[in-house]
C-alpha cells in the first residue's frame, strides 16, 4: 500500500515563500504522475500543480508563475514550491498519486498577517 506523507507546511506572510515536501513509500514517483491538491474551509478540494512521470508540468490558472512543482525519483520525493503567497492560498495541501487511488494526510498552510 502506498503512503503519501506531506510536510513543509506552516503560517506565512503574504508575499512569503514556503516549499511543501510529499514523501513517498516505495519507488512510485518515477513510474506515476503526481499531483498536488488543496482544499480550504467551505470549499471544494482543487488541483493545483501535477507532474507527469516524464516530467510535464501543468498548473492551475490561479497559481501558475508563483507555484512550482518537482520531483526526485532517488528519493522518492514530490515537491511544491510556493513564491509570492496570498491570503487566497490559504488551505490544506495534498498530495496524491492519482492512478492509485493514493492521498497524503495534508500539510496545513496558512498565509495571513
Known amino acids: 500500500q502506498v503512503q503519501l506523507v506531506e510536510s513543509g507546511g506552516g503560517l506565512v506572510q503574504p508575499g512569503g515563500s514556503l516549499r511543501l515536501s510529499c514523501a513517498a513509500s516505495?519507488?512510485?514517483?518515477?513510474?506515476?504522475?503526481m499531483d498536488w491538491y488543496r482544499q480550504a474551509p467551505g470549499k471544494q478540494r482543487e488541483l493545483v500543480a501535477s507532474i507527469t512521470s516524464g516530467g510535464s508540468t501543468d498548473y492551475a490558472d490561479s497559481v501558475k508563475g508563483r507555484f512550482s512543482i518537482s520531483r526526485n525519483n532517488a528519493k522518492n520525493m514530490v515537491y511544491l514550491q510556493m513564491n509570492s503567497l496570498k491570503p487566497e492560498d490559504t488551505a490544506v495541501y495534498y498530495c496524491s498519486v492519482a492512478p492509485l487511488g493514493a492521498w497524503g494526510q495534508g500539510t496545513q498552510v496558512t498565509v495571513s498577517s
Open positions: 516505495g519507488s512510485i514517483v518515477s513510474f506515476y504522475g
